[in-house]
């Protein structure tokens, strides 16, 4: 198939050609097509080429490649034109101005053999015969300045054509390129006299061996296993679901069961129950560049990627956009495991879809603090950490356990010191460590979760 371009105007004929013409091949797998030159004067656009597409049967990968055709070429052969090396890029043919051509450009006026006649000057004076030199010789060959050097295997470095095969010499290769077994060394293994003591033509059976027979059935008790039934069965193995945890259907009846888990309300952990607080008479706003650490205990790993604090009357960033905030997760040992960064814009509370108008309108309930990724928390203690760090002292109230008093009911334990509700006060942000030692524990602790969304 040959294309030009979409459209190819002749004005002064009032001619139009357009759409690409297909040449198929005849029986003897030859074709004759008449096409435009394209370099034919008069003619809009100028200066392109033909694009050839070929489209042979049963050839993986047909050529496309670009020709011209000048109309001083009227009659081509597409053999002798197109590439034939598939490693060369497709190209344009393209055809220069001859140096007739060039000449006429620059002035000339004649025919093309009055041009060529004008190329032939006057013949000029021979130049001088130099006398030759006498040939060269060599001074020596490997260090050896002889008349007839003759140089030998070692003079080369190289091994001599009698050592393949030789005492002392180098090893051959056989047809198969390996060494024959000729030139291999002599084996020192003896024969065996016996197996299991057996001479002769000894055939061996798997009691011989110590072996079970091929048509012996094995069970899991015979290998000293448990048998697949005895998952989930009475005097048997518990079996883990899809998430690797045990179904609650297998744990003792001493665990609770159907009652309120964090999960339930659609967060990972949290700090304590809220259902458990009375409902405090007085409000209490966040203090400001005070950083609020609420104790929350891990028993299995679990995956988190917000800190979420119980508001009490927060209208979101928009209605306060001075306030800036923090929000982190710290181990039991003080090191920082995640954070949320500077946050800018926080949403207002009570506003889930669902949400009673007291919540709604009164801006209380859960406010979500995305962390910059999301934490792999194994089986531990761990604080989730609030701090507003930039704003008024009223900006931001939360939900509060009532006990402002250095014996505060969280902080009751034995073994390892753990305070579930302590404070630092003064910071501008999440430090990366911190030490509860060294804080503060009369406060109203605020209540506070871990989310995966």
């Known amino acids: 198939m040959w294309r030009a371009p979409g459209l190819v105007t002749f004005g002064a004929y009032d001619v139009i050609l357009g759409g690409p013409v297909t040449a198929p091949l005849d029986a003897m797998g030859a074709f004759e097509i008449v096409l435009p030159a394209t370099n034919a004067p008069g003619m809009n656009p100028s200066g392109w080429s033909y694009t050839v597409a070929e ?78 030199g006498t040939p060269g010789v060599v001074q020596s060959v490997n260090g050896q300045s002889l008349a007839a050097v003759v140089l030998t295997a070692a003079d080369v470095g190289a091994v001599p054509a009698t050592a393949p095969g030789a005492a002392n010499g180098v090893a051959q290769l056989d047809a198969s390129g390996k060494v024959p077994a000729a030139q291999l060394p002599a084996s020192s293994g003896g024969a065996v006299a016996s197996v299991n003591g057996y001479t002769g033509a000894v055939n061996l059976t798997a009691a011989d061996v110590g072996a079970s027979a091929t048509t012996h059935t094995h069970t899991a008790a015979t290998v000293g296993a448990l048998a697949t039934t005895a998952r989930s069965a009475a005097n048997g193995v518990a079996s883990l679901d899809a998430s690797t945890r045990l179904p609650i259907a297998q744990m003792p009846t001493a665990v609770a069961k159907n009652t309120w888990t964090p999960q339930s309300l659609g967060f990972q952990a949290w700090s304590c129950d809220p259902a458990h607080v009375s409902n405090p008479t007085t409000l209490k706003a966040a203090v400001l560049q005070r950083i609020y650490m609420s104790g929350i205990n891990i028993t299995e790993p679990t995956q988190v990627n917000r800190v979420v604090i119980f508001a009490r009357g927060w209208a979101g960033s928009t209605a306060v956009p001075a306030a800036r905030f923090y929000a982190g997760i710290y181990n039991e040992s003080g090191s920082r495991v995640a954070t949320s960064g500077l946050v800018s814009s926080l949403p207002a509370a009570g506003q889930i879809a669902g949400t009673a108008p007291g919540g709604n309108d009164n801006h209380i309930g859960a406010v979500p603090v995305s962390l910059t990724a999301t934490a792999d928390l194994q089986p531990g203690r761990y604080w989730a950490a609030f701090l507003l760090s930039a704003g008024s002292a009223t900006d931001f109230y939360y939900m509060h356990v009532q006990n402002e008093s250095p014996s505060a009911p969280a902080n009751f334990f034995l073994g390892t010191a753990f305070q579930r509700a302590w404070c630092l006060n003064s910071q501008a942000s999440l430090p990366a460590t911190v030490n509860q030692s060294t ?15």
């Open 439 to 453: 804080g503060e524990v009369g406060l109203d602790p605020a209540v506070m979760a871990l989310a995966m969304v």
């Open 55 to 132: 489209q042979l049967a049963g050839v993986p990968v047909n050529r496309v490649y670009q020709i011209l055709l000048p109309a001083e070429t009227p009659a081509v052969d597409l053999a002798d034109i197109a590439p034939t090396d598939p490693s060369t890029p497709n190209y344009v043919a393209v055809r220069g101005d001859s140096a007739y051509e060039v000449a006429v450009k620059n002035g000339f006026t004649g025919t093309v053999a009055q041009w060529l006649a004008s190329l032939v000057g006057p013949q000029g004076v021979n130049g001088d015969q130099g006398t030759p």
